[in-house]
């Protein structure tokens, strides 16, 4: 096991780059020494799979008030729980059913294929940006009804305040999240203020909605903002991320793309076990409410608990050979928790699922074979796997 610096925690060392790319061998160790682990900053740390259940749908176990510059967003469904959160998320679950998400993901065929055809020759493509980025920004965009501009830059905005949830965030992280928040808010006011103003001149979308919302004076201004930053940034990084890894994963493993293109039937299955084998989350913070036991533990009202869901979705007492790739799992051994679950379970995870395997379908129609072109650019960090780029042939 890889030695790690004096100054780094023995389990957990969240600065380490070789635990950022891969923290399972950490994770395993933990899980079976100290599945409760309280860490110098007062953190308890949860790694078994019935432990992270538990707290993800534990009425107790309230969203943080926000952290840092992720106060930001103490007005939306991420911060608010109880009534509220339900009142919350009523205004923007319309625009997420099942019917609506696959008329929006027209929109991510599209501009798959038109990425997919650039590069029918064979050439290399980034297939992180121009198959996960661009097309799923661009959706985002759609539901919003607002323009999409450049996708990259957005993704990069959005990925930088992420870092501001690590656990050992220091300063100069924290204003570099706050300069993106800012530009992200700045660029979403600029939203409202031109509909306003131009009613008619871009496509009716949640956008419009929120600001009805605010004329009948059922939602704050401040609220409508947050909301829409909130779906503005996040659009693209998670479901661009997993997508990213599956395609890493299924151009090392032929047998799986094979079984993808060629067996439409397990696609759904194959997708849901590379959710969980690579979830864009890997934790998750949430603040207990009242003093509870926590194990061993005597756990302080107002304590986070950091629920390690990248650990969870891999625990040996859940999942038979949990390292491993297998889509024939038996249904109740596929439960895992990429999408949170419970009252904070992720409004955006069906637009997700479903823009994934839309992007791999039109792999799938269009190419026989896909092979990795180059060093894929990583951005992992403890809290989020991301990807800055994936080098890829698709023939």
Known sequence: MYIHPENQDLYLPWADRVFRVDPYPWYDILRTEKPVYLMDNGEYVLTRYEDVLKWLKHPLGTMHPGQGPWHAFDNT??????????????????????????????????????????????SVLDAFHELGVVPTHSTMCEVLGVPDDDAGLIYRHFLTCTDALSPDIGKEDQDKAQSSFDYLFERCDYFFKFKRENPNAWPKGLVDDLIELIDQGELGYRSALETTVLFYGSGSPNPA???????????????????????????????????????????????????????????????????????????????????????????EATMHLSFGI?????????????????????????????????????????????YLSLPLKVY
């Open 241 to 331: 991320q997993v997508l990213a890894s599956i395609l890493n994963h299924m151009a090392r493993e032929q047998w799986i793309w094979e079984t993808y293109r060629d067996e439409p039937d397990q696609r759904i299955a194959i997708i849901n076990e590379f959710i969980r084998l690579y979830p864009a989350e890997m934790s998750l913070v949430r603040f207990v409410s009242e003093e509870v036991e926590v194990g061993d533990f005597t756990v302080p009202k107002g304590s986070p608990l950091r629920l390690m869901v990248g650990a969870a979705n891999r625990d040996p007492a859940m999942f038979t050979n949990p390292h491993q790739f297998d889509h024939k799992r038996p249904p």
């Open 342 to 386: 419970g009252p904070h379970a992720c409004a955006g995870q069906l637009i997700s699922r479903t823009q994934i395997k839309t992007i791999l379908d039109a792999i799938a129609t269009k190419a026989t074979r896909i092979e990795i072109g180059g060093e894929a650019a990583l951005a992992h960090t403890d809290r989020v796997r991301g």
């Open 77 to 122: 469904v991420l911060n608010r729980d109880g009534a509220e959160h339900l009142k919350l998320r009523r205004h923007s679950n319309k625009w997420f059913t099942p019917k609506l998400v696959n008329q929006f993901a027209q929109r991510t065929a599209t501009l798959a294929n038109e990425a997919l055809d650039k590069y029918s020759d064979g």
